[in-house]
């Protein structure tokens, strides 16, 4: 049986910050930033935004490209690391303002920036098994770095939505191969009570990404029996800008496969629906009936979930129904300076308890 994705959407906010602004409050140089990391700007929720929010607007978009009656769908499932309650779902709020409830699985999933991935293996394993039609995946952050931390250039808000289901004429990518590689590496934590993040410095690297991401890569292609020439498109996790294109050297993907994804960590997106916000970008732009996408998220603690994809026809039909994420990215776009985006972020507590 064939199963895939039959809908999916992103949202981005509209305001941002770019790396300049930040690098001038804490006397960074920018053209370091840049070159280094390859991050120019990054998203930032509006005050009225949140996870909730932004599950919602990428959850529209994808019962758009699906076609189908919201009271169908058997599951929702968010991926985040910045739930707006700490008890409480979001899900339950996306599915209610979305016309699902009451007779649908929720449950919020937490594994840091993997967190949207891992929603998307368990509702595609849902459908596969034959115990629902569809299910909805989705991987939505508004994440935050500390003031002065590496974090504040690429820690971003966006998120991506993805419907599967097992009707061969709704399919747009069918999902051929998945894979999971996880390990006890404790490269980036928050604790209960903490505001912030905290990571190992260049410990996030070489033994947390690399090793996940590069293994998780090289296993479901040997499983598939595949090599990157015969792979169109490959979309890694994105921390910063040189991270993927490493990633993909590693696993023997040219610059320009890795295109698609790569551009949009110039948003700073990091965060759980950072790789499928990649996928995303490269359905919406660069895929073809027939191609296949390699994609491989990674989440701190840590691990990785791969999926190989293969583009139907059907994405020539549901590309243009509702905006793309170059779209969002490219279009209208709000400036702040380091005081509104602090003021924004909730960085000054004006309550000296909190």
């Given at each position: 049986m064939a199963v895939g994705i039959i809908g999916y959407g992103a949202y981005v906010p509209r305001y941002r910050i770019k790396a300049e602004e930040i690098a001038a409050q804490w006397g960074d140089d920018p053209e370091v930033i840049k070159r280094g990391l390859l991050l120019y700007e990054k998203t930032v929720p509006n005050q009225d935004e949140d996870t909730v929010t932004i599950a919602y607007q990428a959850a529209k978009y994808a019962l758009v490209?699906?076609?189908?009656?919201?009271?169908?769908?058997?599951?929702?499932?968010?991926?985040?690391?910045?739930h707006p309650y700490a008890v409480k779902p979001s899900g339950t709020i996306v599915a209610e303002a979305l016309g699902m409830t009451p007779e649908i699985h929720i449950a919020d999933y937490e594994f840091a920036c993997k967190a949207g991935a891992e929603a998307m293996f368990v509702c595609y394993?849902?459908?596969?098994?034959?115990?629902?039609?569809?299910?909805?995946?989705?991987?939505?952050?508004?994440?935050?770095?500390?003031?002065?931390?590496?974090?504040?250039y690429s820690a971003a808000a966006g998120g991506s939505a993805f419907i599967f289901g097992s009707d061969e004429e709704k399919i747009i990518a069918e999902v051929l191969y998945?894979?999971?590689?996880?390990?006890?590496?404790?490269?980036?934590?928050?604790r209960e009570h903490q505001m912030y993040p905290q990571h190992g410095g260049?410990?996030?690297g070489e033994p947390a990404y690399f090793k996940h991401v590069v293994s998780a890569g090289r296993n479901i292609m040997e499983m598939a029996g595949l090599t990157a020439k015969d792979i169109q498109w490959a979309v890694f996790h994105m921390p910063n800008g040189k991270f993927p294109l490493r990633a993909g050297q590693k696993l023997g993907f040219k610059k320009e496969q890795i295109?698609?994804?790569?551009?949009?960590?110039?948003?700073?997106?990091?965060?759980?629906?950072?790789?499928?916000?990649?996928?995303?970008?490269?359905?919406?732009?660069?895929?073809?009936?027939?191609?296949?996408?390699l994609m491989v998220s990674f989440g701190s603690g840590a691990g990785s979930d791969s999926f190989i994809f293969r583009v139907t026809e059907r994405i020539n039909e549901v590309r243009d129904m509702v905006p793309k994420l170059w779209d969002l990215i490219h279009g209208r776009k709000f400036y702040l300076t380091y005081g509104q985006y602090a003021k924004f972020r909730g960085k000054i507590h004006l309550n000296p308890d909190v």
């Open positions: 490209r699906a076609g189908i009656d919201p009271k169908e769908i058997g599951a929702i499932y968010i991926g985040s690391e910045s394993s849902h459908v596969k098994s034959g115990n629902m039609k569809y299910a909805m995946a989705i991987g939505a952050d508004t994440s935050q770095g500390a003031p002065a931390d590496a974090l504040e998945t894979y999971s590689f996880t390990t006890d590496t404790p490269d980036f934590w928050r260049r410990f996030t295109e698609p994804g790569w551009v949009v960590p110039w948003q700073g997106n990091t965060y759980s629906g950072a790789s499928p916000n990649g996928l995303t970008a490269t359905l919406d732009s660069a895929a073809k009936p027939g191609d296949l996408i």
